[in-house]
Every structure is written in structure tokens, then in C-alpha cells.
Antibody, heavy 123, light 106 residues
Framework: QVTLRESGPALVKPTQTLTLTCTFS??????????VSWIRQPPGKALEWLAR???????NYSTSLKTRLTISKDTSKNLVVLTMTNMDPVDTATYYC???????????????WGQGTLVTVSS | DIQMTQSPSTLSASVGDRVTITCRAS??????LAWYQQKPGKAPKLLIY???SLESGVPSRFSGSGSGTEFTLTISSLQPDDFATYYC????????FGQGTKVEIK
């Protein structure tokens, strides 16, 4: 059974750095084709993809946020960490992690999601 | 970056209606497109991948079509459980979501 769970602070102050952890089970990030991404959703707004880390340590970032984001993994603990620097109230959102897998030769995106964690940026 | 534009933003429909949502990409993405359903307070759910492949467990009334820059999600007969917001997402170059289409009760 595949599960993902996000954890981190519910409240951060402007200019602080946010650190979120995605703890997963039911798959391994050393398996070829596996990836974990972070996606966020401001209240009442659309989904926004942030970053992805692949089984081979390749990383990709949103062009608009890449200077503020770092994604990393600990395969021994089955977790992925996202850090976002210089937080601002506009970064208030529910942050999700989600899995990407391979089926045969095809990459299948976001077949499993965590339940999300709401992060509020306020002084 | 590839931009994804969905239309309409809101759709009012009745149970039993055939519903079509359109997603346009700012450049060709081949068939690298997925559709998700999201209900309030819940994480999105994958419905369709590679433009037309139905995810396991998703009812067959959902179908996807298109390639290149224009794609559609069709619900053949709208059911009460289908009132939700739908998002398209491209994965040809990094990943980008559309702005969403809310399907509401007419």
C-alpha cells in the first residue's frame, strides 16, 4: 500500500526558511523510474508544481521559484525534504507531495498524493 | 515555460449531462498530459494519463483525448460524485497545471 504524508510547521514568519518533509511507504526511491514531487495550492487557487527529485538523484525545479527551493531525499528513511527560503505571505498554501512512477515504458505522474499540509506565512 | 489554459473556468451541469472540458498548451506537448479531479479539502485524484489512458479504478464515463496542443476531458454522463474541480497537467517539459475547471450543479 502506497502512502505519503507531509509534515512541517503550520506557521512561519516572513523571511524565514520553510522545511517540509514527505515521508512515504509502499515504494522505494531507489527503484528506477520513481520520483517524488512537491506541489502547492494557495487557498481557493490552482495547483502549482514546485520541484521533483528522481530515483537517480536528478532534480527539477519550477522556473519561477528555483532560486528559493531545494529538494533532497534520504532513501534509507524513505523521505523527501523540500526547503523554501525567504517565505512571504503569498506562499501561504497547502503543500502536497506526490509520487511519479513508471508503468512499462510510460511515466505516470502523481498517482498517489499525501493529504497535504497547510502552511501559513504571517508575522 | 509551457502554459496550460483550461476552459471553461466554471461549468454548470445536471446529472446525466455530457460534459467536456478543454485544455490548451502554449506549445506542443505530444500526449504528455494528465487530468485530475479534486474535491474540497482533498488531494487531487489522477483520472487520465498520457492524454487518454484511464487510471485504474476510474469509472469508464471519464475519457480523455487530444495531442499536440489541444486536449479534452469528457464525462459521458455526469454523476453526483463528479461535481468537483478538474485540472489538466503537462509533463512534456517540467510540470505545469492548468488553472482548473469547476463543475457545479446547475
Amino acid at each position: 500500500q502506497v502512502t505519503l504524508r507531509e509534515s512541517g510547521p503550520a506557521l512561519v514568519k516572513p523571511t524565514q526558511t520553510l522545511t517540509l518533509t514527505c515521508t512515504f511507504s509502499g515504494f522505494s526511491l531507489i527503484t528506477s523510474g520513481m520520483c517524488v514531487s512537491w506541489i502547492r495550492q494557495p487557498p481557493g487557487k490552482a495547483l502549482e508544481w514546485l520541484a521533483r527529485i528522481d530515483w537517480d538523484d536528478d532534480t527539477n525545479y519550477s522556473t519561477s521559484l528555483k532560486t528559493r527551493l531545494t529538494i533532497s531525499k534520504d532513501t534509507s528513511k524513505n523521505l523527501v525534504v523540500l526547503t523554501m527560503t525567504n517565505m512571504d505571505p503569498v506562499d501561504t498554501a497547502t503543500y502536497y507531495c506526490a509520487r511519479t512512477t513508471h508503468r512499462g515504458t510510460e511515466r505516470v505522474y502523481f498517482d498517489y498524493w499525501g493529504q497535504g499540509t497547510l502552511v501559513t506565512v504571517s508575522s | 515555460d509551457i502554459q496550460m489554459t483550461q476552459s471553461p473556468s466554471t461549468l454548470s451541469a445536471s446529472v446525466g449531462d455530457r460534459v467536456t472540458i478543454t485544455c490548451r498548451a502554449s506549445q506542443s506537448i505530444s500526449s504528455w498530459l494528465a487530468w485530475y479531479q479534486q474535491k474540497p479539502g482533498k488531494a487531487p485524484k489522477l483520472l487520465i494519463y498520457k492524454a487518454s489512458s484511464l487510471e485504474s479504478g476510474v469509472p469508464s464515463r471519464f475519457s480523455g483525448s487530444g495531442s499536440g496542443t489541444e486536449f479534452t476531458l469528457t464525462i459521458s454522463s455526469l454523476q453526483p460524485d463528479d461535481f468537483a474541480t478538474y485540472y489538466c497537467q503537462q509533463y512534456n517539459s517540467r510540470e505545469t497545471f492548468g488553472q482548473g475547471t469547476k463543475v457545479e450543479i446547475k
